[in-house]
């Protein structure tokens, strides 16, 4: 689960360079056992280095050129690396410079460069850029799905620091005020939008070449603050194309937005003579596909049997999971950070193909999500129709309950992740729930563990 060679490694490169303290790096790794990630992703989620800081310290621990911020792609170069390779290596090309292509990644292996830069038939130079900035183009540019964050939203999560600020306030008196812990639903639907987009404007056709003022460079690092990377914004789903009858109330509709007025200048285009090279996707060799995870259901006594003896975060996922498909016909993993709850994992009806993990909600609004996080406890009962449910529905294929079962897992006395559970199309949920609430418990104990161990 953690790369306990390399991850804290960074970590300790940061507080010799006094940008980071050690209580933070103790939080941010607490924070990665949690939500996985690498460090620097747990680092820039809680605030406790800038992104720019961190950049440069990768830079030096590799030896590489860096890249931050909101980073635009030559959309000449996409047509380089297949999309398949490009979500396998998480990598991104990114600017064609004189006969060298750069490419974005968050780590550097030589083998995989070589081989690349022999496909290509130019030299492909490693550009490092925080991990979570890599995703990002991998959503716009590939429609590669990678776990969102609370990171990807602007949101800081709060939740289970209040210890840490407590000891700080009385060593150096009070911090100052943070922002607001939830992130209002209206922007979170924009956003999240705009994150989904990427997908359906590659499908459609390439995002035109914009002109773009000339950017100047400091060791890999950009001096200008670009615009954020923005797709065409896609149709909000209507509510008539989920049926009337598998939920209760009513929605407002959301804003109409125009489809072509949030797309942001991108680099200019390398010169045509720099791109003979032939686009190689259609030669490029597929790679074997990876046998499919059991997906067998377990019972209860299988399920904590298996539990006692996980180390690793998604095995964890992946056996509760398991557990709850002998309960129900669909069950997805959702991570609760800073007001937003994302999707992680899911069995079932409608999860294949990374589903589970276009799956983001605002906790701001009143709803079942949100009254499992107040309560800490769990919910059984139909959907409401508002925004964020039938957008949650429709990502899930559209199969409509009659009611849902939430389940919260609790870390250090808040709800750090959720489990949703249903029996598919107009179908009641389980209501044994007796095994489940035992299970998510044991779920609880199993993570406590895993920080302890950290």
Request: net charge negative; with cysteine; proline share 4%.
């Given at each position: 689960m953690l790369?306990?060679?390399?991850?804290?490694?960074?970590?300790?490169?940061?507080?010799?360079?006094?940008?980071?303290?050690?209580?933070?790096?103790?939080?941010?790794?607490?924070?990665?056992?949690?939500?996985?990630?690498?460090?620097?992703?747990?680092?820039?989620?809680?605030?406790?280095?800038?992104?720019?800081?961190?950049?440069?310290?990768?830079?030096k621990q590799l030896g590489a050129e860096v890249a931050f911020g909101d980073l635009q792609v030559d959309p000449a170069v996409l047509g380089l690396v297949p999309a398949h390779v490009a979500a396998r290596q998480e990598i991104v090309p990114w600017v064609l410079d004189k006969r060298r292509l750069k490419v974005l990644c968050v780590e550097i292996k030589v083998e995989?460069?070589?081989?690349?830069?022999?496909?290509?038939?130019?030299?492909?130079?490693?550009v490092i850029a925080p991990e979570f900035r890599v995703f990002q183009l991998l959503r716009v540019h590939y429609?590669?799905?990678?776990?969102?964050?609370?990171?990807?939203?602007?949101?800081?999560?709060?939740e289970g620091r209040a210890e840490r600020r407590r000891k700080k306030s009385e060593e150096q008196g009070p911090p100052p005020p943070s922002g607001p812990?939830?992130?209002?639903?209206?922007?979170?639907?924009?956003?999240?939008?705009?994150?989904?987009?990427g997908r359906a404007a590659q499908s459609d056709q390439p995002m035109p070449a914009a002109k773009m003022p000339a950017m100047s460079w400091t060791h890999g690092i950009s001096t200008r603050a670009a615009p954020?990377?923005?797709?065409?914004?896609?149709?909000p789903e209507v509510l008539e194309e989920l049926p009337d009858d598998a939920i209760l109330g009513e929605a407002t509709p959301w804003p109409a937005r125009d489809a072509g007025a949030d797309e942001a200048?991108?680099?200019?285009?390398?010169?045509?003579?720099?791109?003979?090279?032939?686009a190689v996707a259609e030669s490029w060799p597929q790679e074997p596909t990876p046998p499919p995870p059991v997906e067998t259901p377990l019972d209860f006594k299988q399920?904590?049997?298996?539990?006692?003896?996980?180390?690793?975060?998604?095995?964890?996922?992946?056996?509760?999971?398991?557990?709850?498909?002998?309960?129900?016909?669909?069950?997805?993993?959702?991570?609760?950070?800073?007001?937003?709850?994302?999707?992680?994992?899911?069995?079932?009806e409608g999860m294949q193909d990374g589903a589970a993990r276009r799956v983001a909600?605002?906790?701001?609004?009143?709803?079942?999500?949100?009254?499992?996080?107040?309560?800490?406890?769990?919910?059984?009962?139909?959907?409401?129709?508002?925004?964020?449910?039938?957008?949650?529905?429709?990502?899930?294929?559209?199969?409509?309950?009659?009611?849902?079962?939430?389940?919260?897992?609790?870390?250090?006395?808040?709800?750090s992740h959720m489990l949703y559970l249903d029996n598919g199309h107009k179908e009641q949920a389980p209501t044994d729930v007796g095994e489940m609430l035992i299970l998510s418990q044991r779920i609880s104990q199993r993570v406590e563990q895993l920080v302890r161990e950290r």
């Open positions: 790369d306990t060679f390399q991850m804290p490694r960074i970590g300790e490169f940061l507080i010799a360079e006094g940008q980071l303290t050690r209580d933070g790096l103790e939080e941010a790794l607490d924070w990665q056992v949690l939500y996985g990630g690498r460090i620097g992703t747990n680092l820039l989620e809680l605030q406790l280095t800038e992104e720019a800081d961190l950049a440069h310290a990768l830079g995989d460069f070589d081989r690349l830069s022999y496909k290509i038939g130019r030299t492909c130079v490693p429609g590669a799905m990678r776990q969102m964050r609370a990171l990807d939203f602007g949101v800081v999560p709060q812990e939830l992130i209002d639903e209206s922007a979170f639907n924009d956003i999240y939008q705009q994150m989904m987009a954020p990377i923005l797709a065409r914004v896609q149709e200048p991108v680099a200019p285009a390398a010169d045509a003579e720099e791109l003979t090279t032939p399920a904590l049997q298996a539990l006692s003896g996980v180390t690793d975060r998604d095995e964890i996922a992946h056996i509760v999971l398991r557990a709850s498909r002998s309960k129900a016909a669909r069950a997805l993993l959702l991570q609760v950070q800073g007001g937003v709850a994302l999707g992680w994992d899911g069995l079932g909600m605002a906790l701001a609004d009143e709803s079942a999500f949100s009254l499992v996080v107040k309560t800490r406890s769990h919910f059984i009962g139909p959907l409401q129709r508002t925004e964020s449910n039938i957008r949650f529905l429709a990502t899930l294929g559209k199969k409509v309950p009659k009611s849902s079962a939430i389940f919260p897992i609790l870390h250090r006395g808040r709800v």
